[in-house]
Nanobody, 126 residues
Framework: QVQLVESGGGSVQATGSLRLSCAAS????????MGWFRQTPGKEREGVAA????????NYADSVKGRFTISQDNAKNTFYLQMNSLKAEDTAMYYC???????????????????WGQGSQVTVSS
């Protein structure tokens, strides 16, 4: 059974930093696309960053390029989202995601992923 367990959310002031972690069990992160998404009330879940094959491929939403970094530690079967220079508009529930043979809609499209973490709230105050 695949489980994705997130940690690391919280509250921070604008320009601050947070790191989210997603520990996978029943799933190998090294040879699959893994992603981070976020969602605010009334809006669709949007792709923030995705990584493949230990960083051989990464994708970022334009809104976070240069500020967020996705990475993975294959030995720990865990991947991360380092968020720097946070802005109030980054406030959202963040979800990690993994795919396993599902349809391909692109690395930042939520339809590509079929496993999801429980969500971590990130709140940035201005």
């Amino acid at each position: 059974q695949v489980q994705l367990v997130e940690s690391g959310g919280g509250s921070v002031q604008a320009t601050g930093s947070l790191r989210l972690s997603c520990a996978a069990s029943g799933y190998t992160v090294s040879n699959n696309w893994m992603g981070w998404f976020r969602q605010t009330p009334g809006k669709e879940r949007e792709g923030v960053a995705a990584i493949y094959n230990g960083g051989g491929g990464t994708n970022y939403a334009d809104s976070v390029k240069g500020r967020f970094t996705i990475s993975q530690d294959n030995a720990k079967n865990t991947f991360y989202l380092q968020m720097n220079s946070l802005k109030a508009e980054d406030t959202a529930m963040y979800y990690c995601a993994a795919r396993s043979g599902s349809g391909w809609y692109g690395p930042l499209d939520r339809r590509t992923y079929n496993y999801w973490g429980q969500g971590s709230q990130v709140t940035v105050s201005s």
